[in-house]
């Protein structure tokens, strides 16, 4: 049976997912690391990372200026036990590289581990595994300016 407290840690769990991909995006390095634990692990696709200080370092260095990134999750699967839980979730994402005329669009299922610590929940290992990827190159791609939202409709 499904308690409002399991609700309340679904939902705390929910944010901080969230949270760490708004901060990957934004490239806010401080706010991705709180994220995690100091011991957190990570594998992406067989990129991996011993500890939190390695992932965050890498992230700094490899997603700079001039790289675009957009991670939407959707989908989760959480089940919490206790201090701990697990979550699955589908992603979607894009990187673009102006400086290479390049595009990636791609989808995998991430697959999170937590716990609960006196600051709230954090990542304790995430990673994912990709289901596909397409590569376009810039120049054989529509182009599209959005000059405000929603102006004229009505």
Not at 20 to 39: I, N, Q, S
Not at 57 to 69: E, H, K, S, V
Not at 73 to 86: M, N
Request: hydrophobic letters at 35%.
């Amino acid at each position: 049976m499904t308690t409002l407290e399991d609700l309340i840690d679904v939902h705390d769990i929910s944010q901080l997912k969230y949270r760490y991909l708004r901060c990957l995006d934004t490239k806010d390095w401080d706010g991705f690391a709180a994220c995690f634990v100091p011991e957190a692990t990570a594998d992406y696709n067989g990129l991996t990372f011993a500890d939190r200080a390695a992932l965050v370092d890498y992230m700094r260095t490899n997603l700079g200026d001039g790289l675009i990134t957009l991670h939407q999750v959707h989908h989760p699967e959480i089940t919490v036990d206790g201090d701990s839980a697990t979550g699955r979730w589908y992603l979607e994402d894009k990187v673009v590289v102006e400086a290479f005329r390049f595009q990636l669009e791609g989808a995998s299922f991430y697959e999170d581990r937590y716990v609960r610590t006196p600051e709230g929940w954090r990542v304790t290992h995430t990673g994912y595994v990709r289901t596909h990827e397409v590569h376009h190159h810039l120049d054989d791609t529509p182009r599209v300016k959005v000059t405000g939202a929603g102006q004229g409709l009505h």
